[in-house]
């Protein structure tokens, strides 16, 4: 059974930081692309940050590019999300995502709450 859980999130002032984590076992980790993912109240689900098996050439949506940055370690099985200068507008549930390999994001964590207040 795949199990992605999420840890990290908070409240945070304007300007600061916060990093997630997301622990996956069940499936050959190393092998998979994982993915940050985050909902907004009101808003559709947004594909923020991804990440391929050996690391290189990670994927951002332009609003987090210079600020998020997504890196893995594959002995540990997790994969983080480096979040610097938070905007009130990143508040969102943030969900980590699995794709082992089928092409698309098939395995989810239940969620993490980041809130940036102003």
């Known amino acids: 059974q795949v199990q992605l859980v999420e840890s990290g999130g908070g409240l945070v002032q304007v300007g600061g930081s916060l990093r997630l984590s997301c622990a996956a076992s069940?499936?050959?980790?190393?092998?998979?692309?994982m993915g940050w993912f985050r909902r907004a109240p009101g808003k559709e689900r947004e594909y923020v940050a991804g990440v391929g098996w050996s690391g290189s050439a990670p994927y951002y949506t332009d609003s987090v590019k210079g600020r998020f940055t997504i890196s893995r370690d594959n002995a540990k099985n997790t994969v983080y999300l480096q979040m610097n200068s938070l905007e009130p507008q990143d508040t969102a549930v943030y969900y980590c995502a699995a794709d082992s390999g089928t092409g698309s994001f098939t395995y989810w964590g239940q969620g993490t709450q980041v809130t940036v207040s102003s």
């Open positions: 069940g499936l050959t980790f190393k092998r998979s692309t």
